[in-house]
DNA sequence: AATTTCACCGATAGTACTATCGGTGAAAAT
DNA sequence: ATTTTCACCGATAGTACTATCGGTGAAATT
């Protein structure tokens, strides 16, 4: 019934179970429940075999964390070139947000794993993290460049830097929320997002434009200084 | 010269030597370089002795995690009362969001201490971090409410819940960025959190006010679709 | 058919840590 | 002055994990 599988391709097999197991236990008890006994039980091989495959457990996180950085990258690439051909206009604004948000989500374990190692002095995967962090800044600095912010002095590349880091914080705490079942709807979450940021990008926007900051009605601001902000 | 201490003021000392010095491990390694080792010898006592002052290390994160978040809290009211007594009107929109700042700021190691412990599963401070996270967030809707915004029907509620969670995360990012030295000025990093919030919250105004919702002329709206945004 | 290769196995030495034990000396109580 | 208490010590048994070793059988090569 089964083909009897070449040497290579059971190697290759169990090597993709012990990925797989890593992730698995990497996600569900974090980076101190691993280790070489589990990652091999849960492959259905001897914890010595391990390292047939792997030099130790620090070339598997290497590994892990190169595979999971490049489909990420390519869940992000797919989801932006699916954007760009159904624009929609009025969506636009909000599929920026929108897709980092689906990104994350697709991909829970790697999302959270991503969360944890990012402050952890003793993870192996912080420069995986720090990656991954850093992607999504670029990512959204470039979406917002396309929608028309641009920053042109070092006060204001600094603050579309915050900007973006902040933004950026927000969607993987709602992404977070989403997935723990908080927030269902995660349009509401991209809606929230593209909120938060339009009230933050008014302080880039009047560098360039001639009569902005002028206020609608009908608000009752904080105080009579204006937006209440310093420059 | 040095003042003989009595048995129990020296057993005391010894307790808080072990606790400060779990807390320095802690931050500077994270919770996977913690041991009763290490903790004992910083500490300038034997390992053995360890379990005279705690039962395991559970106890002492749980003692520590007690007392931090009680200094916490102190930090927090300190700040809020001193921004009751000094107004200062024009800023103290700013205020609302430089408050939790400070405190994030006042103590860095505990905010990446709680920053990682927050979603590791495996983390004896799973509990502190995430009620630390509640109490910021509580303390934000509250100023919220102090500010004008209410939630009347569920979906504001939740939209609220939202703000505040996505706030959070970015008061975190930027303190972190703040005490890394990229954001020097932590004025800046409550204006860009003032923004963020400003734009989120007219998501809530419109239900209260008469003729909100219109936005001021000048500024390239992405469509033709008001404002964007889904109802 | 004979030989070589190698993925996997069990056994085990080495490392790091936890938690308990009996012993000790100085403080505290009598 | 004598006894008791107890914070601290060194030693050690027990646990969990890492990484290496020689052995084995089936696939691959010759």
Redesign the interface.
């Known amino acids: 019934m089964t083909t009897p599988l070449s040497r290579s391709e059971a190697k290759d097999r169990t090597r993709r179970r012990l990925l797989k197991a890593a992730l698995t236990i990497l996600d ?6 691993l280790s070489t006994v589990k990652v091999a039980r849960a492959a259905g091989i001897a914890q010595s075999s391990f390292y047939v495959h792997f030099k130790d457990m620090q070339e598997l996180l290497r590994v892990l964390a190169e595979e999971s950085g490049a489909r990420l990258r390519a869940s992000m690439r797919r989801a932006r070139r699916r954007a760009r051909e159904a624009p929609g ?6 599929e920026t947000f929108r897709i980092p948000l689906e990104a994350a989500c697709r991909h829970p374990e790697l999302l ?1 794993i991503q ?2 190692a ?6 192996l995967l912080r420069d995986f993290a720090v990656e991954t962090a850093r992607a999504y800044r670029e990512h959204h600095a470039a979406d917002l460049a396309a ?2 912010y641009t920053a042109d002095d070092e006060r204001d590349r ?2 579309l ?3 973006a ?6 969607t ?3 992404a ?2 989403h997935l723990e079942g ?2 269902p709807d995660l ?3 991209a ?10 990008l ?2 880039l ?1 009047h560098t360039s ?4 900051q ?7 601001e ?4 204006g ?4 420059r």
């Open positions: 569900q008890e974090g980076e101190a429940g206009d009025l969506d636009s604004h909000r959270r969360l944890r990012r402050h952890d002095p003793s993870s929608l028309g600094r603050r830097e915050m900007i880091e902040g933004i950026n914080a927000a993987n705490a709602l977070i929320g908080r927030y349009d509401e979450c809606d929230i997002l593209t909120a938060l940021s339009r009230g933050a008014r302080l926007r434009g001639g009569a902005a002028r206020e609608s009605g009908g608000h009752p904080p105080g009579p200084g937006d209440g902000l310093r």
